[in-house]
C-alpha cells in the first residue's frame, strides 16, 4: 500500500495509474489524513445477451389499439383532435427580416 501526497499525485499520475493496475493499492492524502484510494475500474463481463425476456413479456392484441376515454381527456371530450388553423396568406414568419428597412442614423459633427 502507497501513500502519496496530492502534490505527488499530481507530479506522477501516470506512474500511480500503472501501479494500480499493477495490483498495488494507491492512497492519496492532504496533510498526511488519507482522502482517496486510487483502484482499477471493473472490467464489465462483456455485451449483454440478446433475448433474456424473450416468451417472458406478453402484449395483448389491442396494446396499441386508441383508448377513447385517454383521447377524451387530452382533447376535451373530443376523439380527435380539431383541425390546425391555417396561417393567413401573406403573412411572414417570425424570424423573417422585416419588411421596412431602419433608419440609418444621424451623423455626429465631430471638431477636429
Request: charged share 30%.
Amino acid at each position: 500500500m502507497k501513500h502519496v501526497n496530492i502534490h505527488a499525485a499530481k507530479t506522477h499520475l501516470s506512474r500511480l495509474i500503472a501501479d494500480v493496475l499493477a495490483g498495488e493499492e494507491v492512497i492519496i492524502a492532504k496533510a498526511g489524513t488519507p482522502l482517496v484510494r486510487l483502484v482499477p475500474v471493473a472490467q464489465g463481463e462483456g455485451p449483454r445477451p440478446l433475448g433474456v425476456l424473450r416468451g417472458a413479456v406478453v402484449e395483448r392484441d389491442d396494446c396499441w389499439a386508441p383508448d377513447h376515454d385517454t383521447e377524451a381527456l387530452f382533447y376535451g371530450g373530443e376523439v380527435e383532435p380539431p383541425p390546425a388553423k391555417r396561417v393567413a396568406e401573406g403573412t411572414r414568419a417570425w424570424y423573417a427580416k422585416p419588411t421596412t428597412k431602419a433608419k440609418p442614423k444621424p451623423k455626429r459633427n465631430r471638431k477636429p
